[in-house]
């Protein structure tokens, strides 16, 4: 099968593409054949040499896929050959999805929203499991909170702002001017123009925060919370402030989790959440769409066409 690798760290140069050995399911796994696979920023880092991905024989990155199930291997109830199906499997074990074939344990998966093309439905399972892990099970948003999203208009914030619009918070989002409006389509009630004015200066009593920058921002973004207000924030565990009395402070990595990618999927079905395609490539192009994403303008996901 054709599979892109990275030959060695580094630059998005170090993405080729490579005939490789189709992985065959085994115990609770599924082969899905992919029609597209989602780009992430913890791509392009794990690319350039990060740490956090234990990885295979033949490094392979990438982990969000939408495609077809193929086979079952033994012990496999969920599913069957020729389902459709989206997920972000082993993360953040080697998954490999940039390829053709991919395995995945059987409950990484879920039955694709069917309204969603397989483009779409690829730019879905990392971001949107992020912001449901951060928003709903580790800060539990309720309605009528107040809640602030950075980035708003990136992979994760811009799928953030419709979960939490869902849950019933009143959105703060912070963006440039130029993606305000596409903010306000996605259900928020306040955006800020991060480049104009300091966001702490323009908000406070905030019960929510979801920090997709870290750094500074999360140390700033901690002025803004009320007592008993929770930051959630998500580049690193070095980007976790010291939280002050009555807030808390925590950095959230994203797992693999069935349920959710459920929950996701009631969301886009009830018309509650759409994802944002910003820019289709083809899978021998991976290294143009990791160019594209370290240069930090794109709005919503990158996604590539396999089939």
Known sequence: MRAVVVEQWGGPENLVEREVERPEPGLNEVLVRVHAAG?????WKTRAGGALVEWGAVPAVGWDVSGTVAAVGPGVGVFRPGDEVFGMPLFPRQAGAYAEYVVAPARHLAPKPASLTH???AALPLAALTAWQALVDTADVRPG?????????GGVGHLAVQIAKARGAYVIATASAGKHGLVRELGADEVV???AVRFEDAVSGIDVVLDGIGGETAERSLRVLRAGGRLITLPGPDDVPAARDGVRAVWMLVEPDHLGLREIAALVERGALRPVVGTVIPLAQAAKAHEIGERGRTTGKIVLTVV
Request: zero cysteines; proline letters at 5%.
């Open 193 to 195: 123009d991060y480049r």
């Open 39 to 43: 780009v992430n920023p913890v791509d």
């Open 119 to 121: 483009v779409e439905a």
């Open 145 to 153: 909170e107040r809640v602030l999203v950075h980035a708003a208009a």
